[in-house]
């Protein structure tokens, strides 16, 4: 969930981190740290959280004859 209680304190979702690489990040605080690092400072940014993507149905269980009227 985006808006969860206890969320992860990592850079990755601090306002105060700016994305360098995959595994680098910025922070206005603490200078150049890593992704999984976490300070005092954390501030949650719901806008960079990404949602997991969902699973493709499988539709291979159905035949044509389920999808015509």
């Known amino acids: 969930m985006l808006f969860r209680k206890k969320i992860d304190r990592f850079c990755s979702y601090c306002v105060y981190a700016g994305k360098l690489d995959d595994e680098t990040y ?7 740290v890593a992704a999984c690092h976490h300070c005092r400072k954390f501030k949650y940014d719901p806008l960079k959280r990404v949602p997991k993507r969902r699973k493709p149905k499988d539709f291979s269980e159905y035949d044509e004859l389920d999808f015509s009227l």
């Open 26 to 32: 910025l922070c206005a605080k603490r200078g150049f």
